[in-house]
């Protein structure tokens, strides 16, 4: 990815930013944005009900990717 790019593989990385920073209104983002905010957010160690508040989803799904992602490395 180029330094200062704002899209990424289909993904709009300055929404998914936007939603991680916690700060204003959260854009809506596809699953695909909000499973790579939760990479980053996991990266950045954030705890699972964290995530799920900043993304709108439960605790449960936030895990569920977690495990999905983890069986991919």
Known sequence: MLPGS?????IDLIAVE???SGRG??????EEEKRYACREMTR??????????????????VSRWRDEDGDET
């Open 6 to 10: 704002t899209w990424h593989r289909g």
């Open 18 to 20: 936007r939603a991680m």
């Open 25 to 30: 209104p959260s854009p809506a983002l596809t």
């Open 44 to 61: 950045a160690e954030m705890s699972a009900r964290e995530i799920a508040e900043r993304l709108g989803v439960a605790d449960r799904t």
